[in-house]
């Protein structure tokens, strides 16, 4: 990107993610962290930890490490405390992202990494230190807004949500305050929600999923040939050069880099949800997206959600740049625009009546337009053992009720009410803990996550008792066994780590992990419910999965692979068949003497060879 060109006009473009409003967001199905590792305490211990969520110490789970399998169907669910989609209270967007790299980790300790010791796995990390030095080398966009605020320095690890300038992880602050972003990341954009989808054009065209970013290299060492062609070391890097003029104007080379050279992002309308609310959105239902895992093998992955919201009192597209920083808060023109003394300032006072009357309105400029977001623990992508598509089935929520569990959500089933192809592959995967805070509500043994599967009596979710074996539809015989051992494999491994060697019949003996494909066979509707956790009139773990027959739509790549072959294959031997009759009848009309011309034309020839 040529940032010398562009430094104010990006700013322009980007800088709705920086005018939020307080807010929070929660990653609720993809296993959210909220920068928590495994404590046994309702709040988190280190905000810093990771990341800067700027969310409520008492969100997300303890640690889990799932494994997800490439083309795999994801559910994932997310509450944000504002309105969003078309809602006339607020501008606002929502960004997923995924990374795979070899450095991410969750680490062992809830201590932030110290940059002199950045490689000690005991710590946990997203980014890596090249990345965040980089930050602190990189001068900040000065085309930016920052109102009021008073920045501590002039790198891009201060902005007008962090003046200070403070670590959290080995994130850089700019670039989680701007998106998109125009230096390299190590974030692939998934999705992208916004409330004005005239917009979408330009997130896709600026994603790094499809553009490079730009950097400045060493042109001493780097001859502007092997910048162009991406051949340089790390120390030939000069972040303290971000744009082209400054780069050029120093003897070095500008050039592009950090193109994933995947598919732009998806770009949709956001969905509908209410102010001062962590819940459910329209029908009933969590807001939701349906990600397919792609085909990015890799061990250590990581998912990311930013929420941003923004005010409609200034134009924060096109009317708030650098010309409008002003300590004293009177260059946005609020006066000219309300008829009164109107400062973006910190708390001001106003008089709207023009009776010497003032009230005092609750505004912080740092936070007067804002970026939150959730990341989920490490996952792994793997390739698919299967040829058929398979859809994920997990459980949400952590042990509690609903007001220790909160923001987060108790136990349940995601989805709740799941629709699947027949023959398509279901992929149960659940992960708990076994250090929830001890005086947690729930079953079993205190501060342990525990789940299983059985089919509901009577094929009903009224119903609190099991389905009997034989009368089980769902799973074949062969996979209710498979599903009963799994279970309970941790209790007969004597290598199993962390378990209690408790009541088999609560699970407390299970293991926090499960993972296990099945196939499903039979068409029709199944309730099924978790023995441990449905406990009737206090909460309820209950779900249903319909098996529908399938459609070419859901088929997988293979298999349309091979019923396009097979169509040709038909098509050719249909072909073959037809100049074979063609020429067995001109021979024997030669033969008999007879003249074949407009006997059969060529297109009625046709139809016949190849109609049924």
């Avoid at 810093?48 to 969520?53: A, Q, T, Y």
């Avoid at 602050?173 to 990341?185: F, I, L, S």
């Avoid at 592009?256 to 459910?280: Q, T, V, Y």
């Avoid at 009933?284 to 792609?294: A, D, F, K, Q, S």
Wanted: charged share 20%; hydrophobic share 35%.
């Amino acid at each position: 990107m040529k940032i010398s060109a562009s430094l104010v006009c990006v700013a322009l473009a980007v800088l709705c993610f920086a005018q939020m409003a307080l807010c929070d967001v929660y990653l609720i199905t993809g296993g959210g962290s909220n920068n928590r590792l495994d404590e046994n305490t309702r709040e988190r211990r280190n905000a810093n930890r990771l990341f800067d969520s700027q969310n409520n110490n008492r969100g997300g789970v303890n640690v889990q490490n799932k494994v997800y399998y490439a083309g795999e169907k994801v559910l994932l669910e997310w509450t944000n405390q504002h309105a969003c989609g078309p809602n006339h209270k607020t501008h606002c967007e929502l960004i997923f992202q995924y990374a795979c790299e070899d450095w991410i980790r969750d680490g062992v300790v809830t201590t932030r990494v110290p940059e002199d010791d950045a490689d000690n796995l005991v710590y946990g990390v997203h980014e890596n230190l090249a990345s965040y030095q980089e930050c602190k080398t990189r001068p900040r966009n000065k085309g930016l807004f920052t109102a009021s605020q008073n920045l501590n320095g002039n790198s891009a690890q201060f902005t007008r949500q962090n003046p200070a300038g403070t670590r959290r992880g080995l994130e850089c602050p700019e670039e989680r305050d701007y998106y998109p972003y125009w230096h390299k990341t190590i974030w692939r954009d998934i999705v992208v929600f916004t409330d004005q989808t005239e917009r979408c054009e330009y997130y896709q065209q600026e994603s790094q999923n499809v553009k490079g970013k730009g950097i400045c290299v060493n042109g001493t060492s780097v001859t502007a040939k092997h910048a162009a062609a991406g051949i340089f070391n790390e120390e030939d890097r000069l972040p303290q050069f971000p744009t082209r003029a400054a780069c050029e104007l120093n003897g070095n080379h500008f050039t592009e880099e950090g193109a994933f050279n995947i598919p732009p992002p998806e770009c949709l309308e956001a969905p509908w949800s209410r102010d001062n609310h962590l819940g459910n959105g329209l029908h009933g239902e969590m807001n939701n997206y349906t990600w397919t895992v792609p085909n990015h093998l890799h061990e250590k992955c990581a998912l990311r959600l930013r929420y941003n919201i923004t005010t409609g009192d200034y134009k924060a597209w096109d009317g708030a740049d650098a010309q409008q920083n002003d300590a004293q808060g009177q260059k946005l023109g609020l006066t000219e625009k309300y008829g009164y003394e109107a400062k973006f300032a910190n708390n001001p006072q106003v008089d709207p009546f023009g009776m010497g009357f003032t009230l005092q309105l609750a505004i912080n400029t740092a936070q007067f337009g804002r970026t939150f977001q959730d990341r989920s623990h490490r996952f792994a992508i793997r390739e698919a053992p299967v040829g058929a598509p398979i859809h994920a089935l997990t459980v949400r929520g952590k042990r509690g009720n609903i007001v220790q569990t909160f923001p987060s959500v108790e136990y349940d089933f995601a989805p709740t009410n799941m629709h699947v192809p027949r023959n398509h592959y279901i992929h149960m995967q659940w992960s708990g803990s076994n250090t929830n805070p001890n005086n947690n509500d729930g079953n079993g043994r205190a501060g342990t996550d525990r789940s299983n599967v059985v089919q509901c009596a009577e094929n009903s979710r009224k119903f609190v008792y099991p389905e009997p074996r034989a009368k089980s539809g769902l799973l074949n015989s062969t996979d209710v066994v498979d599903l009963a051992a799994a279970i309970i494999e941790a209790r007969l491994d004597p290598n199993s780590f962390g378990q209690h060697r408790g009541d088999m019949a609560e699970l407390d003996d299970a293991g926090t992990y499960f993972s296990r494909l099945f196939k499903a066979v039979n068409e029709g509707e199944y309730n099924y419910m978790s023995t441990r956790n449905n406990d009737f009139s206090n909460r309820q773990q209950k779900a249903t999965i319909l098996v529908e027959d399938g459609d070419d739509d859901d088929l997988s790549g293979g298999q349309i692979a091979g019923i396009v072959l097979g169509v040709l294959g038909a098509l050719v031997v249909a072909l073959f068949v037809g100049v074979a009759v063609r020429m067995y009848l001109f021979k024997r009309s030669k033969n008999n003497g007879e003249d074949l011309e407009g006997y059969m034309a060529p297109a009625e020839a046709d139809a016949n060879v190849f109609s049924p």
